[in-house]
């Protein structure tokens, strides 16, 4: 299967940066788009920005031309560049990978942004 491991979270003042990174291994020709979604204390897991296999991107409203999805496929690698961050980003942040057979994807175990001053 798939593994995905998370890195780069942390604590971040308002309007300040982070970048998150996801590592992927394991059976990696199997998957198609990766991408990152996040879950706010009380709220639903959504979904942040995805990347496809083709580099195609789609984003949330609410970080469009804030957040850049990159994927390094020689590293099998994800990144999330988060700038100007606010509060409302606050959120546990997961990586997903989906593979090409439909139905199939894989989490990671996500990793904690705080955005406070």
């Known amino acids: 299967q798939v593994q995905l491991v998370e890195s780069g979270g942390g604590l971040v003042q308002p309007g300040g940066s982070l970048k998150l990174s996801c590592a992927a291994s394991?059976?990696?020709?199997?998957?198609?788009?990766m991408g990152w979604y996040r879950q706010a204390p009380g709220k639903q897991r959504e979904l942040v920005a995805v990347v496809a296999s083709d580099e195609s991107a789609e984003y949330a409203d609410s970080v469009k031309g804030r957040f850049t999805i990159s994927r390094d496929s020689a590293k099998n690698t994800v990144l999330l560049q988060m700038n100007s961050v606010q509060p409302e980003d606050t959120a546990v942040y997961y990586c997903n990978a989906e593979g090409f057979t439909r139905g199939t994807e894989w989490w990671g175990q996500g990793t904690q942004v705080t955005v406070s001053s």
């Open positions: 394991g059976r990696i020709s199997v998957v198609d788009a």
